[in-house]
C-alpha cells in the first residue's frame, strides 16, 4: 500500500477527469536479460542434418585466420570471400554469424559455439518461420524416402547463406517419351485447356446412360 501511495503521489494531477500521457514519469528501462540458447521446437520430431562442412570450399577457415590478427572492422573484403553480403539490407556484417575467434564454427546470438553442419541454428535466429517449418518437414529437403529416420538437408543446402534469395532459373524440360510412342497434340476446343475450371455440363451422363 505504501508503494502504491508514492507511485500515485509522483503522477501529475489529472485535467477534467485525464491525466496526459506524456505528463507520466519516464523511468529507465531495464537491462535486457542475455538471449537464452535455443533448445528446439515442442514437439519437433526426431531428424538428422546431412553433413555440409566437408563441402565447404575455403573449410577449415583457420588454416588462414589461425595466422592473422582479428579485425573486426566492418570493410569490403578481398578474395576468396564475397566483397559485400546480399543479405539483411545490409545490416549484416560477417561476424554477426561467424566466430570471432576459432573461425571454424559460427556462433548465435548468445554466445554458443555452432558447427557448420548446425548453421541453421544462427539461421533460426532471424527466420524463425520457416525453420520451424523446416524441422517440421514443410519446408526444405528430405534424403531418400518419407518413412524412416529423417535426414534433411541443412538450410545452406539450397540457400547461399551470403545471398540467400532463390534466384530465378529455367523450368526442367518436360520427361521423353516412351519408345514407340508420340507425344498427343492439345485439342483445346474438344477438352479445353488443362489449366481451365471444367464446367458442371461437362460431367452431366449422356443421354440414355
Known sequence: MLLAALALAELPAPENGHRPLRGNPVTDAPDPAPPAPFDGYVNAPAFEVVPRQGELKFYPCAACHDQMTPNR?????????????????????????????????????????????????????????????????????????????????????????????????APEPPPPVRAGLSRPELDADAHGAPWAVAKEEDHEPAEGQ
Open 73 to 169: 572492422e566492418r570493410r569490403k573484403l578481398f578474395s576468396p570471400h564475397p566483397a559485400a553480403l546480399d543479405h539483411g539490407d545490409g545490416r549484416l556484417w560477417c561476424l554477426d554469424c561467424h566466430a570471432g575467434e576459432g573461425r571454424n564454427e559460427l556462433h548465435t546470438l548468445a554466445g554458443e559455439r555452432v558447427s557448420f553442419n548446425r548453421a541453421d541454428r544462427v539461421c533460426a535466429q532471424c527466420h524463425y518461420t520457416p525453420h520451424r517449418d523446416w524441422v517440421f518437414g514443410a519446408h526444405g529437403k528430405r534424403v531418400a524416402d518419407w518413412q524412416g529416420d529423417r535426414r534433411i538437408y541443412s538450410c545452406a543446402h539450397c540457400h547461399d547463406p551470403h545471398a540467400p534469395a532463390v534466384r530465378p532459373r
